[in-house]
Each structure stands twice: as C-alpha cells, then as structure tokens.
C-alpha cells in the first residue's frame, strides 16, 4: 500500500501551527511516511491573523500562545522568507522538514521570533545545523516557494477548496482531506482516522 501525507500551511498561521501539532502525532506512528509540507504564503506582510484569532485557536486546540506573540499578533506578519526556506528545507532534506517548522513555529508563537531577517533564523539553522543560501532570505518568493504554490494550486482544484491549513491523506489512488478541527483538542486522535483510511485502501 502506497501512502502519503500533505499538509498545506502557512508558518505564520495560528490554525497552521494547532495542526502542526497533528502531523506531528501521524509522523511518530507512522515514521516511514513521505510527508510534503507546503507553505502557502499567505501571510506577505499587509495583513495578520492577530491576538483575537490566537486567543480563539488557543480555546479550541492544545496550542500555547506566549505573550512575547500575543503582544505582536496584530502587526503585519510577513511568512515569505520562511516559505522560501521551508521549500529549500523540503527539498534538501525532506525528513528534517516537520522537526525544522516546528521549531521555528514554536519560536515564532512562543518566543514572538517574527522570522522576517536572516538573523531571525540563527537558531533553527544552529539547531539543526543547516547553512541554506543567500536566495532563501530574499523579501520575495523563491523559484522553489512558487514551485510550492503551484502543486498547492493543484491540489487545491482536486479537493475543490483553497482553505488552509489543509492535511491530506493519499491512500495509493486515493486523496482524503481528513478533518483536522475534529482533532485539535486530542491531537492524538487523528491517527486512528489516519488508521481508518489506510485500512480501508
């Protein structure tokens, strides 16, 4: 049986970085999974989810928000050098890929780490010990980030839908869009709906 996993996101995304958290729990049972982590870039820099959005994802999942974030949340959040290192990470090491976001989601909404300069990302790549080049730090997307967003665009006519995030369970010919809401508060629960799909092929 043939299985994969999409998750499309945006690291900047409070819903985004609550649903981290299920893929991490659907990565630990199933390790051997092919995982492509897609970062939409929907934050540029002219709007944000702010602290009212923060405070309702932190009542409807096990996310923790700190207020070094919370304080910051309605500033403009700019995802864009982080979706060019996210497809740079993709590419270069794509089993590394969900322990670097959750990194540097856990220092953005934790630590209030706004990742728009290459400074901002000295830790994950001591961390992680990464040295990517001096394209992914650009303020504009990189030939890899809009390689990203076309597969997203693709799928996101399959599934009739451009809402994120979104995780995705391919099962051989098979593409389920499974619930995450349902989830959010027992990440540990997706992994039986995971179970579930791949039982029945």
């Known amino acids: 049986m043939n299985s994969e996993l999409f998750f499309i996101y945006d690291s900047h995304c409070p819903w985004s970085y609550a649903t981290t958290q299920l893929v991490n729990e659907i990565a630990k049972v199933y390790p051997d999974m092919p995982m492509h982590l897609w970062h939409c870039a929907h934050y ?3 709007d944000s989810a702010g602290a009212n959005a923060a405070n309702i994802v932190a009542q409807q999942s096990v ?61 994950v790549l001591s961390q992680f010990n990464l040295s990517p080049p001096k394209k ?23 599934i009739d839908t451009t809402a994120f995030p979104a995780v995705l369970l391919a099962v ?30």
């Open 136 to 158: 992914v730090f650009k303020s504009e997307l990189s030939k890899e980030a809009q390689y990203v967003l076309g597969d997203i665009a693709e799928i996101q006519e399959i």
């Open 172 to 201: 051989n010919d098979r593409l389920v869009l499974l619930n995450h809401n349902l989830y959010l508060t027992k990440p540990d629960a997706i992994v039986e709906a995971v179970a579930l799909e791949m039982k029945q092929g």
């Open 63 to 123: 996310a923790k928000f700190d207020d070094s974030y919370t304080r910051f949340a309605d500033s403009p959040q700019d995802a864009t050098m982080t979706a060019n290192f996210m497809a740079w990470m993709q590419n270069k090491n794509a089993t590394q890929s969900l322990d670097v976001l959750t990194a540097i989601q856990n220092e953005h909404f934790c630590d209030g780490n706004a990742f728009n300069n290459k400074d901002d990302f000295d830790g």
């Open 44 to 46: 540029n820099g002219s």
